[in-house]
């Protein structure tokens, strides 16, 4: 039977049909309200008919069970579902329901669309309004003939390693097998019912409904790839790459997707670890000075050669069509017989060698090369391939070469450091007497020239034992024997000690020697107090004797980071910029020497290495016909809080 009025779709998604009654309409309004929000959550077919028998509601899980669409079934009898094997009792059914009756669980046969037969278990009450007046019918009904195909495809599907899931056409998933939990990580009751996009990430997730849809139009079998880029999206929020076949199954009116699921993210990974792995290689021979090379035994022939190789012996082997032999015939005519017989005889057979030799390059150079060879075992265990570096080892051999020169050099030092500290003592010891009988003869009665005579004796003498001295102090640096004895110092105090010693000298030069304590008054240096008096004693001579007349010398302190510096400035004749490098080297005065200005060329020298050795640093700078400035560094105490220590 067909129907007199228009259809109108709800927004939920239920498609009814229009009454041709104003009554009628007004009737029906509560009762359809209350059967929407039912049908539309239902994943069975929920059909309402009038008391005619034509349908009246569809919801979207009918058209799916059935294969009709909306538009096609409403204002028709429901006839038009019934096996002609059930009519009859359709009929009946219908009749017991208009009269108020309710039937459950009612086992009949419907027919799809596309002519299946169903088999279906059906449920259909009366549907009434406020009044309790029965207004029409409504039923349920869910394929029986598809649960019990659903139950054995699971059981097949379960003894399967991929994970498989069913797909209906509304895009719901109807199956999974327990692979598909435990790659995804979700269970049975998440995922049945549920939109099959849940396990598409974003982007693809926003086209993917599309593709379904196109799918089912013609649906047909996709097997597995062996490439894939498709991603799938676990509970917990990961990707991994899928390897995914796809198929259609047919069960009564309905259509079905099938998805085989495999997770290839080991495999992917293990090929771009294996591509990584090979470029990183090849960028590696390509850059290091270390050569690369591949043979292979049998035919013997190159099969890879790295530029460093190239660079090394200075052809290429590969592209001039040379032998592996002929590398070998590269060799120093001393060396060879020894290559034969230690590396090329063992290389050639597949064998791990090593050698050190000289090869001539092609350009008649020679150089000292590291060789070794390494067989290359095949997945059937067998050796058809050879894998060799060459590495330039001249440097290593100068090395060795400056090792052995150092260690001689390191004796001669030790054994120069032995005399000269024997030859100081020993000299210190007649000096010693000669210094004491002058002291002597300075207190008798002597003429003028006597006197002078003895002056010389005695000014010649405490010179030459300041200079034993200061070897003695170089000599005992030089051998790890000086005892340096750390403590925090009053730098403010020290300075002034020091420069009180100092000032009856810069007077007599007609030299202005000035420091003033500021804020450094309270500062504190870590140093040995006495080998730091020695070295700005030494700073400050210097400063004076190398000084002009009227000139000055000043004293000032700073802090840089965690040192204190002394810095003593001039303005003597300066220092030429050339001559700078050679200032700590002992016994050069760097000229001074034809002066008449006195020294041993060995101040400056011990000076820098005592303060090395408390920690510190000697620094000079100096421009000629202005001056010099000297600065000794030496660490903070704690970082120069004078209440740390005690002044």
């Known amino acids: 039977m067909g129907h007199n009025g228009p259809t109108n779709t709800g927004g939920n998604g239920i498609t009814t049909a229009g009454d041709t009654t104003p009554s009628t309409v007004a009737e029906d309004h509560d009762a359809k309200a209350r059967l929407d929000a039912v049908a539309l ?57 208009a009269g108020g009756e309710r039937v459950a669980n009612f086992r009949t046969r419907r027919i799809g669309k596309n002519g299946a037969i169903l088999e279906v278990s059906l449920s259909m009450s009366p549907v009434r309004d406020d009044n309790g007046v029965i207004l029409g019918m409504a039923s349920a009904s869910h394929d029986v003939g598809l649960a019990l195909a659903e139950t054995y495809f699971l059981e097949l599907v379960q003894t399967t390693s991929y994970a498989v899931l069913c797909v209906d056409g509304g895009g719901l998933i109807t199956l999974v097998n327990d692979q598909v939990q435990r790659l995804f990580g979700y269970t049975q009751a998440e995922l049945i019912g549920q939109p099959v996009e849940m396990l598409i990430p974003m982007p693809s997730r926003a086209i993917h409904p599309a593709l379904r849809h196109a799918y089912f139009m013609n649906p047909t079998n996709r097997p597995m790839r062996t490439r894939t880029n498709l991603a799938c999206l ?84 590969m592209h001039e069509h040379e032998t592996p032999s002929s590398v070998i015939r590269r060799t120093h005519p001393d060396d060879l017989e020894r290559v034969l017989a230690d590396y090329w005889e063992y290389a050639k057979e597949g064998l791990p060698a090593q050698v050190e030799c000289r090869i001539i390059r092609a350009d008649g150079e020679m150089r000292w090369v590291h060789l070794t060879a390494r067989p290359v075992i095949d997945t059937d265990g067998m050796v058809r391939r050879s894998a060799g570096t060459v590495e330039d080892i001249a440097d290593t051999k100068l090395a060795e070469a400056a090792v052995r020169t150092a260690r001689e050099l390191t004796g001669a030092n030790a054994a120069k450091n032995e005399f000269l500290s024997r030859m100081s003592h020993e000299l210190r010891t007649p000096l010693n007497a000669v210094l004491g009988f002058a002291q002597l003869l300075e ?205």
């Open 41 to 97: 959550a239902s994943h069975d077919a929920i059909i309402s008919k009038d008391l005619d028998g034509r349908i009246t509601s569809w919801n979207p899980a009918a058209e799916l069970l059935y294969g009709y669409s909306a538009e096609e079934v409403l204002g028709r009898h429901s006839s038009l579902l019934v096996h002609e094997d059930h009519l009859a009792s359709e009929a009946e059914l219908l009749s017991r329901v």
């Open 443 to 647: 207190t008798d009665e002597l003429s003028s020239g006597q006197h002078d005579a003895v002056q010389q004796i005695l000014n010649g003498g405490r010179h030459l034992l300041e200079l034993i001295n200061d070897v003695l102090d170089i000599t005992t640096i030089e051998s790890d024997q000086l005892h340096i004895s750390l403590e925090p110092l009053l730098i403010s105090e020290l300075l002034t000690e020091t420069i009180d010693l100092m000032t009856p000298l810069a007077e007599a030069a007609d030299i202005t020697l000035e420091y003033r304590a500021g804020r450094d008054a309270g500062w504190y240096g870590v140093a040995d107090r006495r080998r730091l008096r020695q070295v700005i004693l030494n700073l400050l001579s210097n400063a004076i004797k190398y000084n002009k007349g009227g000139g000055r010398v000043d004293v000032t302190c700073r802090t840089s980071g965690a040192h204190l510096a002394i810095v003593i400035t001039d303005t003597g004749r300066g220092i030429r910029a050339e001559d700078l490098p050679r200032l700590f080297t002992p016994f050069d005065r760097l000229g001074a020497q034809a002066t008449s200005v006195e020294g041993t060329g060995v101040g400056l020298a011990l000076s820098q290495r005592l303060m090395s050795s408390m920690g510190g640093t000697l620094h000079a700078t100096s421009l000629v016909d202005v001056g010099s400035t000297f600065t000794a560094s030496i660490p903070l105490a704690d970082h120069g809080s004078a209440g740390s220590w005690p002044a």
């Open 234 to 317: 676990r509970k917990d929020g990961t990707t991994f790459a899928a390897n995914i076949g796809i198929g259609s199954v047919h069960i009564g009116a309905r259509v079905f997707i099938t998805a085989t699921i495999a997770d290839v993210s080991p495999e992917i990974a293990v090929q771009a670890a294996l591509r990584e792995s090979e470029a990183r290689f090849r960028q590696m021979a390509d850059s290091v000075d270390v050569g690369f090379v591949l043979r292979n035994l049998d035919p013997p022939d190159y099969l890879y050669v790295s530029p460093g190789f190239v660079e090394i012996y200075g052809f290429d082997p």
